[in-house]
């Protein structure tokens, strides 16, 4: 059963699914669709444009798919599209797209903690986790199940690879390669996240290719082209490692050191 508060102002044209809750003085525009079991809390605003999957909690205060923050923008119609059991902590920021690709999109199963701003045309992946107070750039990539810490500025561009850690108060101005690390000022590669590829049900064999594939990029002597063409040349050449040779040939920005 669907849940309105009195003192929430919802437009007629925004579109609920069964089981919403919407809690006092949050204001949802039309053009907007909330999936089933969706919860938003007090004084949250979600402006035209904002699509949420299912069963997505946004907190009090937060503001969902406003304008982008961008000089370009010229009032045409683009969308923040958020996938199902994402959690929006209090007073995230969290932009429209731009003409670049007519939307933002965050994944399914995402936890964004307080304070985090996302900027126009960012792609999120499922299972990502942002501390407090990370600020994304426009057209960053975060890839599924990377985590960054709090405090973190992401620069334009940027993009994080999956099952990436990013230590907190950090700032991030290159590519950070996936299943990695990252940390110090300036910041840099720290290892393989062996941890978290341990909880996620990495065996020790994949992740020591993972390793051994690092080792060549980031511990021989080799320039990255020519470590490239060794880690192509491995054995082993599970997935993991074509996903980091992928990586860093595509990268536009350059990874960091």
């Known amino acids: 059963m669907t849940n309105i508060h009195p003192m929430a102002i919802v437009d007629k044209d925004a579109q609920l699914g069964s089981d919403v809750t919407i809690g006092p003085f949050s204001i949802v525009q039309g053009d ?20 949420l999957g299912k069963k997505c909690r946004v907190f009090k205060g937060a503001v969902v ?39 933002t999109s965050i994944g399914s199963n995402c936890l964004l903690m307080a304070y985090v701003h996302i900027a126009h045309d960012c792609v999120i992946g499922d299972n990502v986790i942002l501390a407090n107070a990370v600020n994304l750039a426009g057209h960053v990539t975060i890839e599924s ?10 620069h334009q561009f940027a993009r994080i690879g999956c099952y990436a850690f990013i ?10 390669p996936p299943y990695i690390l990252a940390a110090g000022e300036p910041i840099k590669y720290a290892g393989v996240n062996r941890i978290g590829l341990s909880r996620k049900g990495f065996s020790e064999e994949t992740m020591k290719e993972i390793r051994n594939a690092y080792k060549l990029l980031y511990r021989s002597r080799k320039n990255i082209s020519q470590a490239l063409a060794a880690m192509k040349e491995l054995d082993s050449q599970i997935p993991e490692v074509k996903n980091i040779t992928q990586f860093v040939e595509s990268s536009k920005r350059g990874i960091i050191k």
Do not use: W
């Open 32 to 51: 907007v669709l909330l999936g089933d079991g969706c919860t938003i809390g007090s004084h949250v605003f979600i402006n035209s444009g904002s699509r």
């Open 145 to 154: 199940f990377a985590t960054v810490g709090g405090m973190t500025p992401i």
């Open 167 to 176: 230590g907190g108060g950090l700032r991030v101005s290159k590519d950070i």
């Open 65 to 103: 798919g406003t304008e982008p923050q961008d000089l370009k923008y010229a009032n045409e119609k683009t969308t923040l599209e958020i996938g199902d059991n994402t959690t929006i902590r209090e007073f995230c920021t969290l932009n429209r797209g731009t003409t670049h690709s007519m939307k």
